[in-house]
């Protein structure tokens, strides 16, 4: 579902959560794809790379058709790619990463609903190591507001500090990223100054040489106190309302006619959220 053409979002889909981490040795990702997401961060100084991919054809394909635009991360000596199912990989990897990125899924396709469940985002904050971040990308082109709304309120549950940022700026297809950290400080905004300039220049993403064109990706911090998350469905493997409730309203149904949470009225959310206090919030250090 990737490509070239759009190599500058999909690398930053990396970049953002591994920017927030101050030390990021051991990063996974789930799900490969083109590989340009993991391969971004190869410009980070991370040690390991490890990236699951269900099909196996796919890593064939990221590595005969994508490798310049990842970054070679295939044959990378730093990386690890696994024809795994990365729910049962992570299962049995406990404290052991330092970021995990979980790339963009159909929301509502079988099997990968259940990447949006309680039940998968504990067995990943299971596997982050102290002062982990998990970053779970979001296609809002695919999910109305009360869908993302139960995403992000499962999401919440799990990780109560979560910060909500954009992965662009389209205005009909956006991406957004809930991101969840182990640590409960706020973000040192010195941090990721220090970050940024240890990243090697990414000209896909020109806006990354200086901190201010990193922040301004970010929407804002979320609060599970709020309405629309705290009287929201949580989508469980054994409550799958993601899964059931999508092709209903929008996806494969004849009759749905759901709009998506996009455009006006996802910007005036996010013009909300810009506009809290940040105080108590893991933003409160900016």
Same mark, same amino acid.
Request: net charge neutral; glycine share 8%.
């Given at each position: 579902?990737?490509?070239?053409?759009?190599?500058?979002?999909?690398?930053?889909?990396?970049?953002?959560?591994? &920017? !927030? @981490? =101050?030390?990021?040795?051991?990063? $996974?990702?789930?799900?490969?794809?083109?590989? /340009? *997401? #993991?391969?971004?961060? &190869? !410009? @980070? =100084?991370?040690?390991?790379?490890? $990236?699951?991919?269900?099909?196996?054809?796919? /890593? *064939? #394909?990221?590595?005969?058709?994508?490798?310049?635009?990842?970054?070679?991360?295939?044959?990378?000596?730093?990386?690890?790619?696994?024809?795994?199912?990365?729910?049962?990989?992570?299962?049995?990897?406990?404290?052991?990463?330092?970021?995990?990125?979980?790339?963009?899924?159909?929301?509502?396709?079988?099997?990968?609903?259940?990447?949006?469940?309680?039940?998968?985002?504990?067995?990943?904050?299971?596997?982050?190591?102290?002062?982990?971040?998990?970053?779970?990308?979001?296609?809002?082109?695919?999910?109305?507001?009360?869908?993302?709304?139960?995403?992000?309120?499962?999401?919440?549950?799990?990780?109560?500090?979560?910060?909500?940022?954009?992965?662009?700026?389209?205005?009909?297809?956006?991406?957004?990223?809930?991101?969840?950290?182990?640590?409960?400080?706020?973000?040192?905004?010195?941090?990721?100054?220090?970050?940024?300039?240890?990243?090697?220049?990414?000209?896909?993403?020109?806006?990354?040489?200086?901190?201010?064109?990193?922040?301004?990706?970010?929407?804002?911090?979320?609060?599970?106190?709020?309405?629309?998350?705290?009287?929201?469905?949580?989508?469980?493997?054994?409550?799958?309302?993601?899964?059931?409730?999508?092709?209903?309203?929008?996806?494969?149904?004849?009759?749905?006619?759901?709009?998506?949470?996009?455009?006006?009225?996802?910007?005036?959310?996010?013009?909300?959220?810009?506009?809290?206090?940040?105080?108590?919030?893991?933003?409160?250090?900016?």
């Amino acid at each position: 579902l990737g490509g070239t053409a759009s190599m500058g979002d999909e690398r930053m889909q990396a970049h953002l959560p591994l &920017l !927030l @981490h =101050p030390a990021p040795k051991q990063v $996974a990702f789930l799900g490969l794809g083109t590989g /340009i *997401t #993991a391969g971004a961060s &190869l !410009l @980070h =100084p991370v040690e390991r790379v490890t $990236a699951l991919e269900i099909v196996p054809e796919v /890593i *064939t #394909a990221a590595r005969d058709y994508f490798g310049e635009a990842n970054l070679g991360i295939v044959t990378s000596p730093r990386a690890r790619i696994l024809a795994e199912d990365a729910r049962h990989f992570l299962s049995g990897s406990a404290g052991r990463f330092d970021v995990i990125v979980g790339d963009l899924f159909v929301p509502w396709r079988r099997g990968e609903a259940s990447l949006y469940t309680a039940d998968h985002f504990q067995v990943t904050r299971r596997a982050l190591a102290p002062g982990g971040v998990f970053c779970q990308w979001l296609p809002m082109f695919q999910l109305t507001e009360d869908e993302f709304n139960m995403v992000a309120a499962t999401f919440l549950d799990v990780f109560p500090g979560t910060t909500l940022w954009r992965g662009d700026f389209s205005p009909h297809e956006p991406a957004l990223a809930l991101i969840g950290q182990l640590d409960k400080a706020p973000i040192d905004p010195a941090n990721v100054e220090r970050r940024i300039r240890e990243l090697k220049a990414d000209q896909a993403n020109p806006s990354l040489t200086r901190a201010a064109g990193f922040w301004m990706f970010l929407a804002g911090a979320l609060d599970a106190r709020e309405a629309r998350f705290a009287g929201a469905r949580r989508n469980r493997e054994n409550e799958p309302w993601l899964e059931i409730l999508g092709p209903l309203a929008h996806a494969v149904s004849s009759r749905g006619r759901a709009a998506f949470f996009v455009g006006r009225p996802l910007e005036l959310f996010l013009r909300e959220l810009r506009a809290r206090p940040i105080a108590e919030t893991p933003l409160a250090r900016l």
